[in-house]
């Protein structure tokens, strides 16, 4: 399976930059997710690595192969570069049954008879759709129109499989099925996925790596556990994760290289990290909600603002004594009287501290402490 390779990569329509100079390296049989709010450029990304859309500026290679390049003057046509394209609203032929449409794609390629009946019913297998070969899509549910808009795009046996929020058209129950699917299918099939979407609950459970894109600007590109534990700046720890993290901010001072102060929201705590960091004077510290504990020792006083019981966990919205709402996730079938004050600590040892520009500098814990006070 190709490696795709995206070089300075850039488009604008007219004076707005819709992909701003990304430089990407995807793996031989990853399956990498392009996040981002609306209007990032992550269709536009995917669209370009198909061939649907000109690069104002860059190179894309396909498994060392140029298929882009601006300053050579290279444009292979999107036929020619080995991608299969699957688009969010299917594009099924309604005139077709689910074999036919299966088989179109490969007879245009002219492919013999016996080679696509072998192959359409591979496909049928693979896709769990054996039953409909004969149905119409108007015939089917949701997610079996998926299913056949799948099995028509990886007909061809194509390297690559490029994904413009396929999922986006099912409700929540179908959505969690194709979800697995989609992951079998990567392992069975051992293709190179590039998926575009904007849920970011589905980028961390398909996803080999997370591209996070905003304003056409790369946030980070790591794997899904590495994105929510260090994430490298605040738009990214804000947007991934649900509930929210928490963004406090604290007055600091550097106690040594390992250890500051933070001061704010009525109490004082002691940040600290097992590498060197230099805070600035003002940070934010960011708490993952399921990192927000309720203990009975005596030490933060929060007031609950709001209990939301859902069986397997209680999501709380809390008061720090300055009026600053968090969230917290208490797991466990449990809930709490509004108005009610409880006492809280952050327990971790990956709280994330940004600094004044929203920049992360270190990733520690904080207990409550003295320390100096900051004048």
């Known amino acids: 399976m190709p490696r795709i390779e995206l070089e300075h990569l850039t488009k604008k329509f007219g ?10 390296d995807i793996e031989d049989g990853a399956f990498v997710t392009l996040l981002g709010p609306s209007g990032c450029g992550k269709t536009t990304t ?7 859309e000109t690069p104002t500026s860059g190179t894309i290679k396909i498994d060392g192969k140029t298929v882009f390049s601006s300053k050579e003057s290279i444009d292979v046509s999107p036929a020619k570069r080995g991608v299969g394209f699957l688009f969010q609203n299917y594009a099924l032929w309604p005139h077709m049954t689910v074999y036919q449409n299966i088989a179109f794609g490969l007879e245009n390629l002219k492919w013999p008879k016996d080679k696509i009946k072998e192959r359409v019913n591979e496909l049928l297998k693979l896709l769990k759709i054996e039953e409909f070969p004969k149905r119409y899509p108007a015939e089917l549910s949701g997610g079996q129109q998926q299913r056949v808009a799948i099995a028509r795009t990886l007909g061809p046996n194509p390297r690559i499989l490029l994904m ?4 986006s058209n099912l409700d929540a129950k179908l959505r969690m099925e194709m979800r697995t699917e989609l992951k079998r299918l990567h392992h069975e099939t051992g293709a190179t996925f590039v998926y575009v979407t904007h849920d970011q609950l589905e980028a961390m459970t398909l996803a080999t790596k997370i591209c996070l894109l905003d304003k056409g600007l790369l946030q980070q590109y790591d794997p899904p556990l590495t994105v929510y534990e260090k994430p490298k700046n605040i738009f990214v720890a804000d947007f991934v994760g649900n509930p929210t993290i928490n963004l406090l901010s604290f007055k600091a001072k550097q106690l040594d290289s390992k250890k500051a102060v933070l001061e704010g929201h009525g109490f004082s705590l002691i940040f600290e990290s097992k590498d060197p960091f230099e805070v600035t004077e003002d940070v934010k510290l960011g708490i993952r909600p399921e990192n927000v504990r309720l203990v009975e020792k005596d030490d933060i006083k929060a007031t609950v603002s709001s209990s939301l019981p859902s069986g397997m966990e209680t999501t709380l919205r809390l008061l720090l004594p300055d009026g600053e709402a968090l969230s917290s996730v208490v797991f466990g079938s449990v809930d709490f009287k509004v108005n009610s004050t409880l006492n809280i600590d952050f327990a971790s040892n990956s709280l994330n501290l940004f600094n004044e520009i929203g920049d992360l500098i270190a990733l520690g814990s904080a207990k409550l402490g003295e320390g100096p006070r900051l004048e």
């Open 164 to 167: 413009d929020e396929p999922l």
């Open 15 to 24: 004076d707005f930059v819709a992909v701003d100079d990304l430089s990407l």
């Open 46 to 52: 995917l669209r370009q690595i198909a061939g649907l």
